[in-house]
């Protein structure tokens, strides 16, 4: 499965963004989709996960702040990330963990995320 990350950009302290994951493959086969994000001279974070039965986790730097969600119709999973701060400047990747019918998983190109001050 192939998987295109787009929404990120360049928005202000306090603002919001959308990321969207578009899959070539039904989602629904995916046991896990992940976000995960890699800022410069930090190691690669996860920031959350969403199973196919609906269930997330985040991490603790994002809780309460960024939302993962799927459109199992549109192959689609969106992280909305409000309340941004500098500190969550980073590429960010989507990701399909392996499953039955996409044993090798996949990664998104990334997608840059940059918060000013």
């Known amino acids: 499965v192939q998987l295109q990350a787009s929404g990120g950009g360049l928005v202000q302290a306090g603002g919001s963004l959308r990321l969207s994951c578009t899959a070539s493959g039904n989602i ?3 046991n896990a989709m992940n976000w995960y994000r890699l800022a410069p001279r930090q ?11 609906g269930n997330t986790n985040y991490a603790d730097s994002v809780k309460g702040r960024f939302t993962i969600s799927r459109d199992n119709a549109k192959n689609t999973v969106y992280l909305q990330m409000t309340s941004l701060k500098p500190d969550d400047t980073a590429v960010y990747y989507c990701n399909a963990e392996p499953s039955y019918y996409y044993p090798l ?3 998104g190109q990334g997608t840059q995320v940059t918060v000013s001050s």
Request: net charge neutral; no cysteine.
């Open 28 to 30: 629904v086969n995916i």
């Open 43 to 53: 190691q690669r974070e996860l920031v959350t996960a969403i199973t196919s039965g």
């Open 105 to 107: 998983g996949s990664w």
